[in-house]
């Protein structure tokens, strides 16, 4: 029986990483193997611009960062390590036992998540 409802090792750890920022943030889905966050209403579109999820997708995880696609030097500044997760710049694949998303992967993931989020934040006013 799986420890958790997802089944999965690395859903589990990559969900944690966006929890964190779901008070900051609108939780669009919270399924066992789906979790989506937006931005807050973006008034042009009528609904939030997605900023990241994680999704279990047949054997693989999937962690979709796509706050990250105007940041080019955030993307200059991932680790060769976790370059070799990177699907299309913005999307990271992991196998759904977790084998090959080590702690330094997720602390990785976790720094790049907040940075793209304190970009997108508005600063306060001095």
């Not at 900051?24 to 999820?53: C, I, M, W």
């Not at 030097?73 to 080590?102: A, W």
């Not at 976790?110 to 304190?118: F, Y």
Request: glycine share 4%; proline share 6%; with cysteine.
């Amino acid at each position: 029986m799986p420890a958790s409802e997802s089944g999965s090792e690395a859903f589990d750890k990559l969900k944690a990483i966006l929890k964190e920022h779901a008070p900051q943030l609108t939780v669009r889905n919270d399924e066992p193997r789906f979790y989506l966050l937006r931005s807050h209403l973006n008034p042009r579109r009528k609904k939030g611009d997605q900023f990241a999820a994680v999704v279990v997708d047949g054997n693989l995880v999937r962690y979709y960062l796509t706050a990250l696609f105007p940041f080019h030097d955030l993307r200059q500044q991932i680790s060769p390590e976790l370059n070799k997760h990177v699907v299309n710049g913005t999307c990271f694949d992991f196998q759904l036992n977790g084998s090959d998303l080590t702690d330094d992967l997720v602390t990785e993931l976790a720094g790049l998540t907040k940075n793209c989020l304190d970009r997108m934040l508005p600063q306060p006013r001095a």
